[in-house]
């Protein structure tokens, strides 16, 4: 089997036309350099250069050979321009998986202006509910997940990421949005949109609509904060959620107040215990630290 110092060797003599050049490109001595073209020619079978006076001249053979060698050794000059990208943080795939709200707020803005500046970066993001990221990172089928609390596993390392509080979601131009803050008390009398009693963000709806003696009206519940969004702006009631999803893309027309006494929940990045070190994932988890308010 030939080796690729031996195709080295060849294709250095080849491009600079002599063996003592070729020994200086390699910074090896010129009898390392024939000892080495004498076995290629072995393990070929063939002669690959004619020697004549002290000089070498290629013969058909190795001509034959040239481009395929100038193919190989540009691929290992890109491989080796891609290792020094992945050393950077510039090249390379990333698996991530969020919660809705947080997926498709402030995680999609970190991953559009990641990739904006990244080219040769390609990122997987998933929308998922929180068990199934989680599920995910412990198995290792994702870089890294973010999720809203609770986590309790210890399989992952959580850091926490930001903190959004449990606001109101209405149009600009009703009666409680000239206020800075909403009482649960300040919502008996109009339709709401939450979760449903089963999603893990309700009871933080719970604690915040207590101490209410008057019975509040839910009209709608849905799984997920873009669709309790969406159903306010359509009108059907003033959608009670968290507050990181409108603060990461607000929307045309209509604000966000936050409950009084304020109910905050933290966004936690969750990644694999123990995981292997990349720097892409490093850069990439700094860059939506820094997306975060």
């Known amino acids: 089997?030939?080796?690729?110092?031996?195709?080295?060797?060849?294709?250095?003599?080849?491009?600079?036309?002599?063996?003592?050049?070729?020994?200086?490109?390699?910074?090896?001595?010129?009898?390392?350099?024939?000892?080495?073209?004498?076995?290629?020619?072995?393990?070929?079978?063939?002669?690959?250069?004619?020697?004549?006076?002290?000089?070498?001249?290629?013969?058909?053979?190795?001509?034959?050979?040239?481009?395929?060698?100038?193919?190989?050794?540009?691929?290992?000059?890109?491989?080796?321009?891609?290792?020094?990208?992945?050393?950077?943080?510039?090249?390379?795939?990333?698996?991530?998986?969020?919660?809705?709200?947080?997926?498709?707020?402030?995680?999609?803005?970190?991953?559009?202006?990641?990739?904006?500046?990244?080219?040769?970066?390609?990122?997987?993001?998933?929308?998922?509910?929180?068990?199934?990221?989680?599920?995910?990172?412990?198995?290792?089928?994702?870089?890294?997940?973010?999720?809203?609390?609770?986590?309790?596993?210890?399989?992952?390392?959580?850091?926490?990421?930001?903190?959004?509080?449990i606001g109101v979601i209405m149009p600009a131009r009703h009666g409680l949005a000239k206020r800075r803050s909403v009482r649960a008390r300040d919502l008996v009398g109009h339709p709401l949109v939450t979760y449903l009693p089963q999603a893990l963000l309700r009871p933080f709806i719970d604690r915040a609509l207590q101490g209410v003696d008057a019975p509040l009206t839910i009209r709608v519940e849905t799984g997920t904060s873009a669709t309790a969004v969406m159903l306010a702006v359509h009108g059907a009631g003033l959608a009670l959620v968290e507050s990181g999803l409108v603060s990461a893309h607000p929307v045309p027309g209509f604000v966000m107040r936050p409950m009084e006494p304020r109910i905050e929940l933290k966004a936690l990045l969750l990644r694999p215990r123990q995981a292997a070190e990349s720097r892409?994932?490093?850069a990439f988890v700094a860059h939506l630290r820094r997306t975060f308010p």
């Open 1 to 165: 089997m030939i080796n690729l110092r031996q195709l080295e060797v060849f294709y250095a003599v080849m491009r600079a036309g002599s063996v003592t050049q070729a020994a200086r490109l390699l910074n090896v001595t010129q009898p390392a350099v024939s000892a080495v073209l004498k076995q290629l020619e072995s393990r070929l079978h063939m002669k690959l250069f004619d020697r004549a006076g002290g000089r070498i001249r290629p013969t058909p053979e190795a001509k034959a050979l040239l481009p395929d060698l100038a193919e190989i050794f540009g691929r290992v000059r890109a491989l080796e321009r891609f290792s020094l990208d992945l050393a950077g943080g510039t090249r390379g795939m990333l698996s991530i998986a969020a919660t809705s709200p947080l997926c498709d707020g402030y995680v999609a803005k970190a991953v559009a202006s990641f990739v904006a500046k990244r080219p040769g970066i390609k990122v997987s993001l998933q929308s998922l509910a929180s068990p199934l990221v989680l599920d995910r990172v412990i198995n290792r089928e994702v870089d890294a997940g973010v999720v809203y609390e609770p986590v309790v596993s210890a399989a992952v390392q959580t850091e926490e990421l930001t903190r959004v509080a």
């Open 280 to 282: 892409l994932l490093d």
